[in-house]
């Protein structure tokens, strides 16, 4: 499985048709087939290429949103 350093991981953005990619606790997934992540952004709020592990508290939802997707790779830690 691919480790992704934190410069890395913000090449998979979602703009210009790049996969898109965001990590939680550690993990990378792609959600590049969910409309809700078109262009890179969810809900104007959050955006692909990042650690989202934070942000995470403050959404409506749980982390279980994230098992629809595939697991790609693993964040580094720094």
């Known amino acids: 499985m691919k480790v992704f350093t934190k410069e890395e991981l913000k090449e998979y953005d979602g703009k ?3 996969p898109t990619y965001l ?3 550690g993990k990378v997934y792609d ?3 969910s409309y809700l992540w078109e262009d ?5 709020e959050h955006f692909a290429g990042e650690d989202l592990t934070d942000e995470f508290k403050d959404a409506p939802h749980d982390e279980y949103v994230l098992e629809r997707f595939p697991v790609v790779g693993e964040l580094k830690e720094e």
């Open 16 to 18: 210009g048709g790049k």
């Open 23 to 25: 990590a939680y606790k």
């Open 31 to 33: 959600v590049s087939e």
């Open 40 to 44: 890179g952004e969810h809900q104007a």
